[in-house]
């Protein structure tokens, strides 16, 4: 399978290059920075199951270029999927080894007149083991190798530059599923009972009644409403023994 795949690579890696190159002539390899890139993404479990296990990233490049080839190492607890161009009339041709955790594509765009392409190029598809859980995180890295180590090119057919691209990396987070708020029962804050004001003023004393008195009434002084009484029974029990004597 291992010369299989490294024939597959070269074919492809072949026709990459002639298609993006068609327009211009060779020219010195350069250094120039060119880097290929790897997108990440953070989700919940529960996004993570919604999705069957499975997580697109986007693949670019730092610079203008028209051709590229390109290898993608899976980290542990994720598989290859599926991978496609994501610039129209673009070619992206995959192929994976046995173990499914590396991928080589070449990548070739060629226009009349040749254009060249900036920006994410290519989408990767992995799936996620199904023993994943929050917390974990997974990771995948690019650059310009196959599966052998042999490193690759890119070329920008505008300019002629072209060079060995840089790597980068990518991962894929799993976080924990957002809680659900609680609602608490909102117990209300027992009312004060008010306290009655005391008052300052002096309280009214509550009349006592006086002292029987012994005496008899002086001319002008005000009987009691106790000795009035009295006074009216005598004089009504005078008044009707007269009577009887007549």
Known sequence: ????????????????????????????????????????????????????????????????INSVGFGVTLGEGLTYVDLEAS?????????????????????????????????????ITVEVSKD?????????????KDSDGVETSYKNGET????????????????EDPTEPT???????PTATPVAATTTAAKVATPTKPAKSTSSPKTGDALPVAGVAVAVAVIGGVALVAKKRK
């Open 1 to 64: 399978m291992k010369t299989t795949l490294k024939k597959t690579m070269a074919a492809l890696s072949a026709a990459a290059v002639v298609a993006a190159s068609a327009a211009v002539m060779a020219v010195p390899t350069s250094a120039a920075g060119v880097s290929l890139t790897m997108g990440s993404k953070t989700l919940t479990l529960a996004e993570l199951k919604a999705a069957n296990y499975q997580v697109t990233l986007p693949i670019g490049v730092t610079d203008s």
């Open 87 to 123: 610039v129209k009339k673009a070619t992206c041709l995959a192929a994976t080894n046995d173990a499914g955790n590396f991928v080589f594509a070449p990548f070739a765009y060629a226009t009349v007149p040749l254009k060249a392409v900036s920006g994410q190029i290519a989408a």
């Open 132 to 144: 994943a859980k929050a917390g974990d995180t997974y990771t995948l890295s690019i650059d310009g």
């Open 160 to 175: 002629g530059e072209s060079g060995v691209p840089g790597g980068g990396a990518g991962t894929i987070t799993i976080t």
């Open 183 to 189: 609602t608490e029962a909102t117990t209300a804050a």
